[in-house]
């Protein structure tokens, strides 16, 4: 019989393991070692089985209330959305999208699958490699965290993220930052789990240590073969992820997609060795470039914020101070 989520949990106590290592004392700050999941037994994780997922997209919008970002202009309960292919954005850090059936269906139902999408917490990220100035960094208790006040805005994370997660905030006049799912890394202390698992009215989403998250995924394809691809998504691809997933039908179809076992980091990682060997100059180019956009970036910050003091309207968007730009 397939466990309950909450005895699941229970049964292990592990949330309250996973929840003091997430947001506890541990440092933050640690990048991935890399892509050995063997190690990530005891990391924070989440399983999606998307054949329990009815679609009704309250985790979205507990992500959307969790994260304080702005109400969409269609509600949470409009089924409409589901027409389109939706990507995780600035303002919707978690998206819910429909495979199958009638798009015209505004009724919860199991005809589709409905896969909800978000950061995939990666073991070995490639988003973590390509920022050079460490303002995303691997947590060894799993959650990928950002730093808005090193982020320089180059967006290499965008590019050299596999599932095209993080979102840049182009409408943000001062200081725009980058947005992906944080795992609620920064509310853990105070919730058992994510706003989204906790929403979720089927527990469609368990949240757990990844190494017992697996054993329950595997537990379940066990028990109903005629269920489930046997499969669990994200137990290898780009070297493992936070975020795993059971399908009913082949990943592919639903958007997740064939990537190799190996993490993008792993793979460059030779021709990283190269450049290192024998391009030390372009590489200080390239720091010394970095640094500059860092400067620019907040120095027009700090300008912009200074004009906006001078309107007399809001002074607390940037979390700049003048001091802190000489
Ligand atoms: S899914 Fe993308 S943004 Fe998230 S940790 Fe992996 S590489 Fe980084
Ligand atoms: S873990 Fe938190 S930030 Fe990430 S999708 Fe869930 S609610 Fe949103
Ligand atoms: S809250 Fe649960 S059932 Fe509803 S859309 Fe999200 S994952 Fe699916």
Same mark, same amino acid.
């Given at each position: 019989?397939?466990?309950?989520?909450?005895n699941f949990l229970k &049964?292990?106590?592990?949330?309250?393991?996973?929840?003091?290592?997430?947001?506890?004392?541990?440092?933050?700050?640690?990048?991935?070692?890399?892509?050995?999941?063997?190690?990530?037994?005891?990391?924070?994780? /989440? +399983?999606?089985?998307?054949? +329990?997922?009815?679609? /009704?997209?309250? /985790?979205?919008?507990?992500?959307?209330?969790?994260?304080?970002?702005?109400?969409?202009?269609?509600?949470?309960?409009?089924?409409?959305?589901?027409?389109?292919?939706?990507?995780?954005?600035?303002?919707?850090?978690?998206?819910v999208n429909a495979y199958?059936?009638?798009?015209?269906?505004?009724?919860?139902?199991?005809?589709?699958?409905?896969?909800?999408?978000?950061?995939?917490? /990666?073991?070995?990220?490639?988003?973590?490699?390509?920022?050079?100035?460490?303002?995303?960094?691997?947590?060894?208790?799993?959650?990928?965290?950002?730093?808005?006040?090193?982020?320089?805005?180059?967006?290499?994370?965008?590019?050299?993220?596999?599932?095209?997660?993080?979102?840049?905030?182009?409408?943000?006049?001062?200081?725009?930052?980058?947005?992906?799912?944080?795992?609620?890394?920064?509310?853990?202390?105070?919730?058992?789990?994510?706003?989204?698992?906790?929403a979720c009215p089927v527990?469609?989403?368990?949240?757990?240590? &990844?190494?017992?998250?697996?054993?329950?995924?595997? !537990?379940?394809?066990?028990?109903?073969?005629?269920?489930?691809?046997?499969?669990?998504?994200?137990?290898?691809?780009?070297?493992?992820?936070?975020?795993?997933?059971?399908?009913?039908?082949?990943?592919? !179809?639903?958007?997740?997609?064939?990537?190799?076992?190996?993490?993008?980091?792993?793979?460059?990682?030779?021709?990283?060795?190269?450049?290192?060997?024998?391009?030390? +100059?372009?590489?200080?180019?390239?720091?010394?470039?970095?640094?500059?956009?860092?400067?620019?970036?907040?120095?027009?910050?700090?300008?912009?914020?200074?004009?906006?003091?001078?309107?007399?309207?809001?002074?607390?968007?940037?979390?700049?101070?003048?001091?802190?730009?000489?």
């Amino acid at each position: 019989m397939q466990q309950d989520r909450r005895n699941f949990l229970k &049964r292990t106590a592990m949330a309250a393991g996973v929840v003091a290592a997430a947001g506890g004392a541990a440092p933050r700050t640690a990048r991935a070692s890399g892509a050995d999941a063997a190690d990530a037994v005891d990391a924070a994780a /989440c +399983l999606v089985d998307t054949t +329990l997922c009815i679609g /009704c997209r309250k /985790c979205e919008e507990a992500c959307n209330e969790a994260n304080r970002l702005p109400r969409p202009d269609q509600p949470f309960d409009d089924r409409w959305v589901f027409r389109d292919r939706r990507r995780p954005g600035a303002d919707s850090l978690t998206v819910v999208n429909a495979y199958g059936g009638h798009p015209s269906n505004d009724q919860p139902d199991r005809s589709r699958t409905f896969v909800k999408v978000q950061c995939m917490h /990666c073991l070995d990220p490639a988003c973590v490699s390509a920022c050079i100035v460490g303002a995303l960094t691997k947590s060894p208790q799993g959650p990928v965290h950002y730093d808005a006040d090193k982020c320089i805005g180059c967006r290499y994370c965008m590019v050299a993220c596999p599932f095209e997660i993080p979102a840049y905030e182009y409408d943000e006049a001062v200081l725009p930052k980058v947005r992906k799912c944080s795992f609620c890394m920064d509310d853990l202390d105070a919730r058992p789990e994510p706003a989204c698992a906790a929403a979720c009215p089927v527990e469609a989403i368990v949240f757990g240590k &990844r190494g017992e998250i697996l054993e329950l995924a595997r !537990e379940r394809i066990h028990e109903r073969p005629d269920r489930y691809v046997d499969h669990v998504y994200g137990e290898h691809e780009v070297g493992g992820t936070s975020w795993l997933y059971l399908t009913g039908r082949p990943p592919e !179809e639903i958007d997740l997609l064939p990537l190799p076992e190996k993490s993008p980091p792993r793979l460059t990682e030779s021709i990283q060795h190269g450049i290192f060997r024998y391009g030390a +100059l372009p590489i200080l180019a390239f720091s010394g470039l970095g640094a500059l956009m860092w400067w620019t970036n907040r120095r027009q910050g700090v300008e912009e914020k200074g004009a906006v003091r001078e309107n007399g309207e809001i002074e607390e968007q940037t979390g700049v101070s003048d001091g802190e730009v000489n």
